[in-house]
């Protein structure tokens, strides 16, 4: 009988091959769109020490080109052999900080330079080093890939070449021809946004400076991160890995600080600032053109060694990573009501690649991986927004008692003022009627059912508003809504879930209907202050100190205490 064969050998053996579909694997298809592209771009430059990058779009013999040059470190013959040209290259893992100014280098997928696949049909590549007279310079057609073929099989020619008036002296220029996008003004402009936004705002330590020179004069010369002027309230935190924290508010110019210790967070270091302007932006400033979220640096924005990482802080949908387009009652922290305008929040968040590991790029390239530490980063940023809302909700209640008392005591002033022209007895009366007016209006609030207040919120689908309790919080378009009698109403909703509370805006109030007489005020008969009905009460609680006078809106009464002018007059009456 044959025994069974169970030795092992060798028949030979593989290796793995690059399909010349690879640049178009990793340009065209990874990269999200043609502005990400230059991104990458620029971001080369930047890990190439280069001070300077210009992204130029011109016409030349009747063709668009794009060209991105800069003067940065250029590369050698071997350079390009052994980084430029090859693929998934480590070179920055490796080298983690550029040789020159140190800059905690962006690249380290090794896979950005095709990038310049998914703009353009053709490359050429001119690089030089320091020192050295000669441009090298390099061709590349990216249609000639033949698929089935291997990536291997293509030869380009390095080429020494006399550098061009105006070229730098050193650095790499990327020209770009056949584009595959028409660069409309309307992509300008978002690139440039992308471009604007890339640089830490407040970076100090690298001089970076990026030039856009496009057809459309306007979009062109040195980009800036534009700061929208000054805030009313500024939130600074400085996270340690020991969980020692240290926090510095400046509300409308008053600074407090403070140093406290949590836990030591899994996400490691992070240190931020959040900037609000309850007064709105600089309308000089505003609606220069293109869609008007995208004029702003608005949005709480990370950055990784100085670097933003997208898509965190980009208007829409995709960079609300903290979910404040869509704040909810009930998602912040401590059921605090969140009282910002998202478009005038703007905030920067400081991480580093080497002291939060944890918080890492997911794979698809764009964005940090949803690890359990990034949802314990997230959880933590949104308490100190969480914190500055509770600040500015304060400040605005303390504005909103401020105002009540003054147009409150404005709008008793003719009460006092028109006392001579009343008989005593016909104003005691009205005090007594106020006086019982008060008692009668505590044990409403014994009875809550007939004081309603309402939250208004809307659909960001149908746009349609409605009333709902202050209490509940609805999921879905109308899902319960009441009257302004508090009734529940049965319209019906949409049925979206894409609902939010809606800020308090000062409303337009209707100018005050034609009011009753002085004469019938005092006798207890409501009147119309700012569209609301109020009855005039004293209050015999209210402190003797100064003069005071409050609305009490669950009550729908303003209340004077015993040194105000009404009062005051009126007890002479009545000695
Ligand atoms: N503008 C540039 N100046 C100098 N070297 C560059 C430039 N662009 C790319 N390179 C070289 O080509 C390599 C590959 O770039 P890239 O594909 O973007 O990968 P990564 O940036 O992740 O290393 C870089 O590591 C760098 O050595
Ligand atoms: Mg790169």
Redesign the pocket.
């Known amino acids: 009988m044959d025994q069974p064969d169970d030795r092992i050998s060798q028949i030979g053996s593989i290796r793995f091959r690059t399909g010349a579909a690879m640049p178009s694997r990793l340009g065209s298809e990874q990269l999200r769109d043609e502005t990400t592209a230059v991104l ?2 620029v ?3 930047y ?2 020490d ?1 001070t300077t990058v210009k992204i130029i779009f011109k016409e030349a013999d009747g063709e668009s080109i794009l060209i991105i040059e ?1 003067d ?4 050698t013959s071997t ?1 390009l052999r052994d ?2 040209a090859w693929l998934a ?1 480590e ?2 893992l490796s080298e983690d900080r550029s040789p020159a100014f140190r800059r905690p280098r962006l ?8 990038a310049t696949e998914k703009l353009g049909r053709h490359l050429t590549l001119r ?1 030089r080093v320091k020192g050295e007279p000669k441009v090298l310079r390099v061709r590349f057609d990216w249609d000639q890939l033949e698929g089935g073929k291997e990536l291997s099989e293509y030869e380009y020619r390095v080429q020494r070449t006399n550098p061009k008036a105006f070229e730098p002296a050193h ?2 220029t990327l020209i770009i021809k056949k584009l595959r996008l028409a660069w409309t003004r309307p992509r300008l402009q978002k690139l440039r946004d992308q471009l604007c936004r890339l640089i830490d705002p407040e970076a100090t330590t690298t001089d970076f400076k990026i030039w856009l020179d496009t057809p459309s004069a306007e979009l062109n010369g040195h980009l800036q991160n534009p700061l929208p002027g000054n805030e009313t309230h500024r939130l600074e935190f400085d996270l340690r890995s020991d969980g020692s924290e240290s926090i510095r508010i400046l509300q409308n110019e008053v600074e407090s600080r403070q140093k406290i210790r949590i836990e030591p967070p899994e996400f490691g270091p992070v240190r931020g600032r959040l900037r609000y302007f309850r007064q709105g932006l600089q309308a000089a400033e505003r609606g220069r053109g293109g869609s008007s979220d995208s004029d702003w640096n608005v949005g709480v924005r990370i950055f990784r060694d100085g670097c933003r990482v997208r898509p965190y802080g980009e208007p829409g949908p995709e960079g609300d990573w903290l979910q404040i387009y869509r704040a909810r009652a009930r998602y912040w922290v401590g059921g605090a009501l969140f009282r910002l305008r998202p478009q005038y929040l703007e905030g920067t968040i400081h991480i580093t690649k080497s002291s939060n590991p944890q918080l890492r790029d997911t794979t698809s390239r764009e964005g940090l991986d949803a690890n359990d530490a990034y949802e314990a980063f997230v959880e933590y940023v949104k308490r100190k927004i969480a914190k500055l809302s509770e600040l500015v909700a304060e400040e605005e209640q303390r504005e909103e008692r401020a105002r009540s008392q003054v147009r409150y005591s404005r709008a008793l002033e003719p009460l006092a003022g028109g006392l001579s022209t009343l008989k005593s007895e016909q104003y005691k009366r009205a005090v007594e009627s106020a006086d019982a007016e008060v008692r009668r209006g505590l044990k409403l609030v014994e009875a809550p059912t007939s004081l309603v207040r309402n939250a208004h919120w809307e659909c960001l689908d149908c746009s349609d508003s409605w009333k709902v309790p202050l209490d509940r919080i609805p999921t879905r378009c109308r899902e319960f809504s009441v009257g302004r009698d508090g009734r529940p109403t049965t319209k019906p909703g949409c049925g979206s879930v894409n609902v939010r509370r809606k800020e308090n805006v000062p409303r337009n109030l209707p100018p005050d209907p034609p009011g009753p007489e002085l004469e019938d005020v005092l006798a207890g008969v409501p009147a119309y202050i700012s569209g609301v009905q109020i009855r005039p009460i004293i209050d015999w609680e209210m402190g003797e100190q100064d003069v005071e006078a409050e609305i009490r809106p669950e009550l729908r009464c303003l209340a004077i205490n015993g040194r105000h002018l009404a009062f005051r007059a009126a007890d002479r009456l009545w000695a």
């Open positions: 990458e771009l971001k080369n430059s890990d190439a280069a800069d940065g470190s250029g590369m350079d980084k430029w290259t070179n920055k690249g380290q997928k090794g896979v950005g330079r095709f690089t650095g790499t």
